[in-house]
């Protein structure tokens, strides 16, 4: 017997047309329409891509700062030999040898991973453990820096890194329900350019195929084409 849809799905389903696709704006629209949880969902933002996952010149990675922060408190990690300038600078834990000790012993209590130049030589041989939970510090995320004050600034602040998956979807978080629409259009409209911006040199065919806004326990809601069809 096929699994019947939730009582919540289904008062979704009553609240809009999710046969529908919508600009943007309409889409956080429906999505406030929806009856909200008993906690502050995720308002997340998957997308398609055409791309192909095996090919190593097709990979999609980035990041981008979302113009109204992700209302997620995020715990930083820094791996640096300088851990009173780090915890200054805003970091939740710092430290080296004692932090790698740390996390190859299985203590995973951080969101995002900073690590300096110098450091990073060492923090390597943690890639085993941090690569699968994607902590592992990165020069292309923006997790590999000098400048440590400025890059636990913008973790801080909001900037999320996004990467493709094995079947070529990206999902980003873009907010809060608690967010004002207005504030999570502009979140996903950022997403959405800096994914069309990440698009493979190589790569020649329809790039961003879909793209569905949904929360936490919300059904997603289809982005018309027109939202990301130059890309």
């Known amino acids: 017997m ?3 849809p939730s009582k919540r799905y289904r008062a979704a389903a009553k609240a809009a047309d999710l046969t529908k696709s919508y600009i943007l704006a309409e889409a956080v629209g429906v999505l406030g329409k929806f009856p909200a949880a008993k906690f502050d969902e995720t308002v997340e ?12 010149d097709q990979m999609v990675r980035g990041t981008t700062p979302l113009p109204n922060g992700s209302g997620k408190k995020v715990r930083v990690l820094v791996f640096t ?9 805003g970091a939740d834990h710092a ?4 932090m790698m000790t740390k996390v190859s ?6 969101d995002v991973a900073i690590a300096t130049t110098e450091a990073m030589k060492q923090v390597r041989t943690l890639a085993r453990v941090l690569g699968p939970k994607g902590l592992m510090p990165n020069p292309k995320s923006g997790t590999v ?7 636990i600034k913008a973790v801080k602040a909001g900037r999320v890194e996004f990467k493709m998956d094995k079947a070529a979807n990206v999902g ?9 629409p207005a504030q999570i259009a502009e ?6 350019e800096a994914v069309a911006k990440a698009k493979p040199a190589s790569f020649k065919g329809i790039y961003i195929k879909s793209v569905t806004l949904s929360s936490s326990m919300s059904p997603g809601v289809q982005l018309a084409s027109t939202e990301f069809s130059k890309a």
Do not use: H, M, Y
């Not at 000098?146 to 890059?151: F, R």
């Not at 980003?172 to 004002?180: A, E, P, Y």
């Open 2 to 4: 096929p699994k019947q």
């Open 45 to 56: 933002l998957s997308i398609r891509l055409g791309v192909d996952p095996t090919q190593g």
């Open 81 to 89: 030999d300088n851990p009173e300038a780090a915890l200054k600078a």
């Open 95 to 98: 430290g080296l040898q004692d």
């Open 105 to 110: 012993e299985g203590w995973l209590d951080f």
């Open 145 to 151: 820096t000098d400048d440590i004050v400025a890059g």
């Open 172 to 180: 980003v978080g873009v907010g809060k329900r608690s967010f004002t």
């Open 187 to 192: 979140n996903a409209a950022a997403v959405i």
